[in-house]
């Protein structure tokens, strides 16, 4: 059983940064696909990035490409998201999820195991 555990939400104005982290309980960390996913209220949970086990290929939803970048250091077993020039409509729960194989997938019912998740609130 993975356990994870995201960390690094918050209050932010638009145009800000913030960097999420995703710390993951097992070894098997480095042999899993990781997403982010974020879920605005009365909304549907969506994709928002991607990453491959070795951390060598990147994925990423158009709302967030060239604001947002995913990154792994499977040493520590912990994800992360840097989110820049954060805009309102990027306000949501973000969630990390993992699933133990070599491909990135970004429908949400592809990954097994799911973090509680950290609020994200952009001000205008």
């Known amino acids: 059983q993975v356990q994870l555990v995201e960390s690094g939400g918050g209050l932010v104005q638009a145009g800000g940064s913030l960097t999420l982290s995703c710390a993951a309980s097992?070894?098997?960390?480095?042999?899993?696909?990781m997403g982010w996913f974020r879920q605005a209220p009365g909304k549907e949970r969506e994709f928002v990035a991607g990453i491959s086990w070795i951390g060598r290929s990147a994925y990423y939803a158009d709302s967030v490409k060239g604001r947002f970048t995913a990154s792994r250091d499977n040493a520590k077993n912990t994800l992360y998201l840097q989110m820049n020039n954060l805009k309102p409509e990027d306000t949501a729960v973000y969630y990390c999820?993992?699933?133990?194989?070599?491909?990135?997938?970004?429908?949400?019912?592809?990954?097994?195991?799911w973090g509680q998740g950290t609020q994200v609130t952009v001000s205008s």
């Open positions: 097992e070894r098997t960390f480095s042999r899993s696909a």
């Open positions: 999820a993992a699933k133990e194989s070599a491909l990135v997938v970004t429908t949400t019912n592809f990954y097994d195991y």
